[in-house]
């Protein structure tokens, strides 16, 4: 995420199997009411998404080694899709709306997962994690961060792509950093390692593995009046597909 005056801009790669099928790009939508915008797989889901009111959801897969086993079953049920969650949420308009809605959920069968949320007319940005077991709420600064995950290591991924994000800041000063912009944004999503590494490695930004790969790159645009959802599919470093562009206006305060 990176602070844009008077608004913000997020991007996110989407890292899944390969065998996965292909999702449907970006539409607009209304929710109980609510206008937004996200991608999408078949079955509804969504792993980013805004609504009118500027608020953006981004959802993470959580694979830390420390988080806690899930409660044993005999029946063993299926498991819910994390892609369900982020849907529910976007009729709210408030971070303590967000969150109360989040803790009403039954999150019992759904694996682990850690979830963003960003709310500009609050000016914070709201993290929650959930092991399995229990959900954990985190309110922070609003200001430029990134979050990793990897299924080889959520801890492993934020330490070996931070190295990748600081190779990307040489050259920029303190200052300018707040405004590097969607070129800038684009360039680190198909990173393969830092300076000067050229090849993808197993904790590359834009990810090519035998069975797992980046699949999709979805960026948000918070404007004043707009939200623009901008979705390229494919790995961004070589798209399989053109570009689209989705713009939701967004209601005069």
């Known amino acids: 995420m990176q602070e844009d005056q008077p608004g913000y801009l997020l991007g996110m790669n989407r890292d899944e199997q390969l065998s996965r099928p292909v999702a449907l790009a970006p539409k607009i939508t209304e929710i109980d009411g609510v206008r937004c915008v996200y991608p999408r797989e078949a079955s509804g889901g969504t792993w980013i998404a805004a609504n009118a009111a500027g608020i953006t959801f981004a959802l993470l897969n959580r694979n830390l080694t420390h988080s806690k086993p899930r409660r044993s079953s005999t029946a063993s049920p299926k498991p819910t899709s994390r892609g369900q969650v982020i849907p529910q949420l976007l009729p709210c308009l408030t971070d303590r709306a967000a969150s109360l809605c989040l803790r009403q959920m039954d999150l019992s069968r759904t694996p682990a997962f850690r979830l963003i949320g960003v709310f500009p007319g609050e000016r914070l940005v709201r993290e929650w994690n959930w092991d399995g077991a229990a959900l954990v709420s985190l309110k922070l600064p609003w200001k430029n961060r990134h979050w990793f995950s990897s299924s080889l290591g ?100």
């Open 154 to 253: 959520d801890d492993r991924a934020q330490a070996q792509r931070a190295e990748i994000v600081k190779s990307a800041l040489v050259g920029h000063t303190s200052n300018s950093r707040a405004a590097l912009g969607a070129a800038w944004l684009r360039r680190l999503h198909r990173a393969h390692g830092a300076a000067p590494a050229t090849e993808p490695g197993p904790f590359s930004i834009c990810v090519h593995r035998p069975e797992v790969g980046t699949i999709s790159y979805n960026e948000i645009r918070c404007q004043p009046d707009q939200i623009r959802c901008y979705y390229l599919p494919g790995p961004p470093c070589c798209p399989s597909g053109t570009p689209s562009v989705s713009r939701l206006s967004r209601p005069a305060v």
